[in-house]
């Protein structure tokens, strides 16, 4: 098994950048599937970005342009760098690492954008 913790939410203003880090307690190299769900108040939990193994990457249409998903298999993080945020990006952001036995989130961490 593993455990996931997200850091780096916060308030920020509108336009401005957070980035958020999500530390496994081992190692990432083999998981081929994870990254980054956000769910706002009243709505559905939503993808925002997922990354491989081989680095190849997937985002929301929403997010397109101005986040950007990495993972450094060295510090066992995948990181989400948020650019040009919008007030409808607030959210609670989700790390989650596919596993043979499932899906694993972490805790979540609060990102607000303020106008």
């Known amino acids: 098994q593993v455990q996931l913790v997200e850091s780096g939410g916060g308030l920020v203003q509108a336009g401005g950048s957070l980035r958020l880090s999500c530390a496994a307690s081992?190692?990432?190299?083999?998981?081929?599937?994870m990254g980054w769900y956000r769910q706002a108040p009243g709505k559905q939990r939503e993808l925002v970005a997922a990354i491989t193994s081989g680095s190849s990457t997937n985002y929301a249409d929403s997010v397109k342009g101005r986040f950007t998903i990495s993972r450094d298999n060295a510090k066992n993080t995948v990181y989400l760098q948020m650019n040009s945020l919008k007030r409808e990006d607030t959210a609670v952001y989700y790390c989650?690492?596919?596993?043979?036995?499932?899906?694993?989130w972490g805790q979540g961490t609060q990102v607000t954008v303020s106008s």
């Open positions: 989650y690492v596919v596993l043979g036995s499932g899906v694993v």
């Open positions: 081992r190692s990432i190299f083999s998981i081929n599937n």
